[in-house]
Structures are given as structure tokens and as C-alpha cells.
């Protein structure tokens, strides 16, 4: 049931959420739980898709999406770096 709520949910995301990403990248998104794959998996850009989902459904401001985005781009350049 959640994984049906999760993908109508996605289906009903803005088209410019999901522009850019790999067709294949949005199933992926589409059959996880996208709140737990922004927080902890997937490549940058499938992670930064699932943020941008994360935030478009639980409708916060965009400055806090382009703050986690900032800082899971620095967490990642961290990781590249050590």
C-alpha cells in the first residue's frame, strides 16, 4: 500500500522535478521510499531527484531543499576527497 501511494505520488509530481533524470533513475525513485533514498542512497543525481520529490510533497520552502541540497553536495565532495 505504501509503495502504491509513494508511486501515485510521483506520478503526480511536477515534470520539472524529474527533468533530467534518467528514465530508468525515476523507477528506481518510484519503487523506493524517496524520503529514505534522499537520506541515504543513490548517486548525486538520483539523490538530489528524491530530495527535490521530498520536498515538493511535503511542501517546504526552497530555500530549505537548496540548503540539503548544498550540504548533500558538500557531504559528497567530502567523501570524494577522503
Same mark, same amino acid.
Not at 533513475?25 to 538520483?46: C, E, F, P, Q
Given at each position: 500500500? *505504501?509503495?502504491? /501511494?509513494?508511486?501515485?505520488? #510521483?506520478?503526480?509530481?511536477?515534470?520539472?522535478?524529474?527533468?533530467? !533524470?534518467?528514465?530508468?533513475? +525515476? =523507477?528506481?525513485?518510484?519503487? *523506493?521510499?524517496? @524520503? /529514505?533514498?534522499?537520506? =541515504?542512497?543513490?548517486?548525486?543525481?538520483?539523490?538530489?531527484?528524491?530530495?527535490? !520529490? *521530498?520536498?515538493?510533497?511535503?511542501? @517546504? =520552502? +526552497?530555500? @530549505?531543499?537548496?540548503?540539503? #541540497?548544498?550540504? #548533500?553536495?558538500?557531504? !559528497? @565532495?567530502?567523501?570524494?576527497?577522503?
Amino acid at each position: 500500500m *505504501k509503495d502504491d /501511494d509513494q508511486t501515485a505520488n #510521483l506520478k503526480a509530481t511536477n515534470p520539472r522535478t524529474t527533468r533530467g !533524470i534518467k528514465p530508468a533513475a +525515476v =523507477d528506481i525513485i518510484r519503487k *523506493k521510499n524517496w @524520503s /529514505d533514498l534522499a537520506n =541515504d542512497g543513490g548517486s548525486l543525481r538520483l539523490r538530489m531527484a528524491a530530495l527535490k !520529490i *521530498k520536498h515538493e510533497r511535503l511542501g @517546504s =520552502d +526552497v530555500s @530549505s531543499l537548496e540548503a540539503e #541540497l548544498e550540504a #548533500l553536495r558538500l557531504a !559528497i @565532495s567530502a567523501n570524494k576527497i577522503a
